[in-house]
């Protein structure tokens, strides 16, 4: 599966930005991560995709303190695409943002959880 992200930018502190992820193949869970400057990599958000599978949790989402109630993390109508909705973004979300998949049904944000990985998307928030 080769995933393909995009959306990144620069934007001013309390701008919104939209990243996109689309995967080749059939996943079950999708996730975004980040890595800041001098700091290691975190879980930003995942979600179990609706479709393809039975998995009871389908549907479900997770976010990370950090970015509660500020980031959003949706599957589009393509049911192997999601989208991460980053709203009032703070200089600290800086990072280079990873998305991510698996096979697993696990809606965690746990990197060993997840087989494959994107090249990245930078997000500069000044």
């Known amino acids: 599966v080769q995933l393909v992200e995009s959306g990144g930018g620069a934007v001013q502190n309390g701008g919104s930005l939209r990243l996109s992820c689309a995967a080749s193949g059939s996943t079950v869970t999708m996730a975004w991560f980040r890595r800041a400057p001098g700091k290691e990599r975190e879980g930003v958000a995942a979600?179990?995709?609706?479709?393809?599978?039975?998995?009871?949790?389908?549907?479900?989402?997770y976010a990370a303190d950090a970015v509660k109630g500020r980031f959003i993390i949706s599957q589009d109508d393509n049911k192997n695409s999601v989208s991460l909705q980053m709203n009032n973004l703070r200089p600290e979300d800086t990072a280079m943002y990873y998305c991510a998949a698996s096979s697993l049904n696990y809606c965690v944000l746990e990197s060993s959880f997840f087989q494959w990985w994107g090249q990245g998307t930078q997000v500069t928030v000044s």
């Open positions: 979600i179990v995709l609706r479709g393809g599978h039975t998995y009871p949790n389908a549907g479900s989402t």
